[in-house]
């Protein structure tokens, strides 16, 4: 590194970042605790650990891209780096305190109200497997969605014939996990599925 060039801190990393909106939640990302780590290295190349909100999320391309050019705009910056990680899974615990509050998060908030011993959720839309391997489904609307095996799985069991408290009997089993934890999980994903058109309660 030449004298003349100035060491990038990770304070300034974090005030570009601090910048980033995510598009879907008028906060930014390290607000929202969405960044897990900071590394800058010699040549003030930069490594960014960040997470998104839900596996799922259709906007990871717009976020990571936003991310890289904030901080990019840094004097002296090297490479940009970003590595998705989703471990430990993000939620809204994650969050600051006075971001949660903005956002009226007490509790998280459900934009539907399902019925867990009767409604039979019925998945929609079409899966895709892209050339890179990347899975894919995609609603009527032809919204594409980037979604992981398990989240497939479970919209393939989505057949109408189960309910909210069937299908987290049948993952509990399956994940060997608490009933408890996998009823959050479901209830979530159902959630989340619903407001991507790719579910029918």
Not at 92 to 115: C, N, Q
Not at 154 to 169: A, E, H, K, P, V
Not at 172 to 177: C, E, I, M, P, R
Request: aromatic share 6%; charged share 25%.
């Amino acid at each position: 590194m030449s004298s003349s060039q100035q060491s990038v801190t990770e304070e300034q990393v974090y005030s570009a970042l601090r910048k980033c909106m995510d598009p879907e939640i008028p906060i930014n990302v390290v607000d929202l605790g969405l960044i897990y780590g900071v590394k800058v290295a010699k040549d003030n190349n930069v490594d960014i650990k960040m997470t998104m909100t839900t596996r799922g999320c259709p906007l990871h391309n717009t976020l990571v891209n936003d991310v890289k050019r904030y901080v990019g705009k840094i004097d002296s910056i090297g490479n940009v780096n970003v590595e998705i990680v989703w471990d430990p899974p993000w939620s809204i615990e994650r969050m600051d305190p006075s971001a949660r509050e903005k956002l009226g998060f007490g509790k998280p908030k459900l934009r539907f109200t399902i019925d867990y011993e009767k409604s039979k959720p019925t998945k929609v839309g079409k899966f895709l497997k892209q050339e890179d391997g990347s899975l894919v489904i995609i609603n009527d609307k032809e919204q594409a969605y980037m979604v992981n095996d398990a989240i497939v799985d479970f919209w393939n069991s989505c057949d109408g014939t189960r309910t909210i408290n069937q299908l987290t009997d049948q993952f509990s089993t399956k994940l060997g996990a608490p009933r408890e934890q996998v009823e959050q999980e479901v209830v979530q994903l159902v959630q989340q599925l619903l407001e991507a058109d790719l579910l029918k309660a």
